[in-house]
């Protein structure tokens, strides 16, 4: 099975936060942003906005220092990274350990939560009007585009350092 | 229904240290290290069989057996420990479910501390009662003693060592992604538990000020302190170097808002009153001030664990560091 993975355009971001308050409602049936998997960046003094999704990475750093194994690996499904509520304990190593700030500690439920692309039908895709966010196939054009961004960080640092 | 607070859009600042271990956290470090490093000091005093005074204190009968508490001073460290690792579980989201935590002991150290911590207290607490009851039917003067002993002792080493490990562990905060860290956690416990083991001796009479035992252990202690030092600004000097987060870090500690728990909790109390009132102490033969010199190290003990914890700033996200390249928001120093 194809594995997929959220996609993030920054530069068609307008940070209205909709794909905060629908997944918030998603997941927790409650419309507040703070609850959400997702979660807006901004650098507010330029007017940048960069929606934050986990990236349910190959080397899961969530899943290495989780203590019960509530942090795990889904192969089946989209090689998603999820946590299971009941196993977790809430001691938010993985918050700490998760170099992109990804899981979030819900203090309404006392366990930390992260983004599970919604069972395969992710809301902030769904409800997002200008297309900031969408779901697609890792294949190889992600690769591509993922190879075009790291050569421009590249660039980037060469330019600066001069 | 029941309102639920809001957040404003959030503006990340990788300079923010992280807000997820706080004091909590710290106190259940300090009294792991410090409980674990006077039961290592403790043993080796039982083992090398230094000649203890009698306690001053009345005899103690339970289910009428005397209660033998000539060892209660030096082999306490299990108690600390066994009240520390409550403050790990009052820190948890959902506390009940505590006993999960050892179900991943092949890559988390959270789980691996708990197995750690779990044997160093029934072991440690299994050696301070065979001392203070005298279990004749498990022949206490037997050699055997030595294998449980020994276990107690290597865990205990074990737990003052992972109180480093759990942060290094975390690898996304470039303060504690250190070898050095365990290490300057270590050499604190020792320290810590050694002035300790000085203060619960003397104060119990189980050692005067004068004996050679006591100097040896003031020696020691001593030791300890100054390679904590030493390893302190080995720790800070590297970081400092190892990254800009590791260099808010630092700053964050020294001139930031951490700096009075650095200079007046960590410097002042941890090694400088400590270091002179020790030496003054022994010019006037003053135990009164070994005493305060001794309190103030155990705070600063407390204090190097708080610190470090509440200065630990997160690796910036790639891709904000890749936003903030490419709008120019931040320039690399040439």
Not at chain 2, 11 to 28: D, F, L, R
Not at chain 2, 157 to 164: C, H
Not at chain 2, 199 to 212: A, D, I, K, Q, V
Not at chain 2, 220 to 241: A, C, N, P, T, W
Request: aromatic content about 10%; glycine content about 8%; some cysteine.
């Amino acid at each position: 099975m194809e594995q997929k993975v959220l996609l993030v355009d920054q530069q068609k971001c307008t940070g209205c936060r909709q794909c905060e308050l629908v997944c918030s409602v998603y997941h927790t049936g409650a419309s507040n942003p703070s609850r959400s998997r997702v979660k807006v960046v901004k650098w507010e003094q330029v007017g940048i906005y960069l929606p934050m999704t986990c990236n349910h990475c190959e080397e899961a750093y969530c899943v290495e220092v989780c203590p019960t194994k509530a942090c795990h690996r889904e192969p089946d499904k989209d090689n998603r990274v999820v946590i299971d509520k009941k196993l977790c304990i809430g001691c938010r190593t993985c918050i700490i350990a998760c170099p992109f700030g990804q899981p979030f500690f819900d203090h309404q439920e006392r366990v930390t939560v992260k983004c599970d692309y919604c069972d395969g039908d992710p809301q902030c895709v769904a409800f997002c009007n200008v297309r900031a966010i969408s779901f697609v196939e890792a294949d190889r054009a992600q690769m591509a585009k993922k190879k075009e961004a790291a050569n421009r960080l590249a660039d980037l640092l060469k330019q600066a350092r001069g | 229904m029941a309102t639920e607070s809001i957040q404003p859009i959030r503006m990340t600042k990788y300079v923010s240290p992280q807000q997820e271990w706080k004091v909590i956290i710290a106190i259940y470090l300090y009294l792991a290290g410090m409980g674990a490093g006077s039961f290592m000091i403790g043993i080796l005093i039982h083992w090398m069989g230094v000649a203890l005074n009698p306690l001053p204190v009345p005899l103690i009968e339970l289910f009428d057996v005397r209660l033998d508490l000539a060892k209660l001073p030096i082999l306490w460290g299990p108690i600390m420990v066994s009240i520390g690792a409550p403050f790990l579980i009052l820190d948890l989201g959902i506390k009940w479910r505590f006993m999960y935590a050892c179900l991943n002991p092949r890559t988390s150290w959270v789980a691996r501390g708990f197995i750690i911590l779990s044997v160093f207290i029934v072991f440690g607490l299994l050696i301070l009662a065979k001392s203070l009851w005298p279990f004749k039917w498990l022949n206490p003067e037997s050699g055997l003693w030595l294998i449980p002993e020994g276990i107690a002792f290597v865990f205990a080493f074990a737990t003052a060592l992972y109180t480093g490990i759990l942060l290094k562990a975390t690898k996304s905060v470039p303060l504690w992604n250190t070898p050095l860290l365990p290490l300057l956690f270590l050499t604190s416990a020792l320290s810590t538990g050694s002035m300790a083991i000085i203060l619960s001796t003397l104060g119990t009479g189980l050692l005067s000020y004068h004996s050679g035992a006591m100097k040896v252990l003031m020696v020691g202690e001593q030791i300890f302190v100054v390679i904590e030092g030493i390893v302190l600004y080995l720790f800070l000097s590297r970081r400092y170097k190892a990254s800009e987060q590791g260099r808010e870090s630092v700053r964050l500690l020294m001139t930031g808002k951490l700096r009075y728990v650095f200079w007046q909790g960590i410097i002042l109390l941890g090694f400088l009153f400590p270091i002179v009132l020790e030496w003054i102490s022994k010019h006037y033969q003053s135990s009164a001030l070994l005493f305060i010199a001794g309190l103030s190290l155990l705070t600063g003990g407390f204090f190097l664990r708080l610190g470090l914890i509440q200065a630990g700033i997160k690796d910036q996200i790639p891709m904000q560091r890749l936003v903030e390249f490419q709008y120019g928001l931040i320039k690399i120093p040439k």
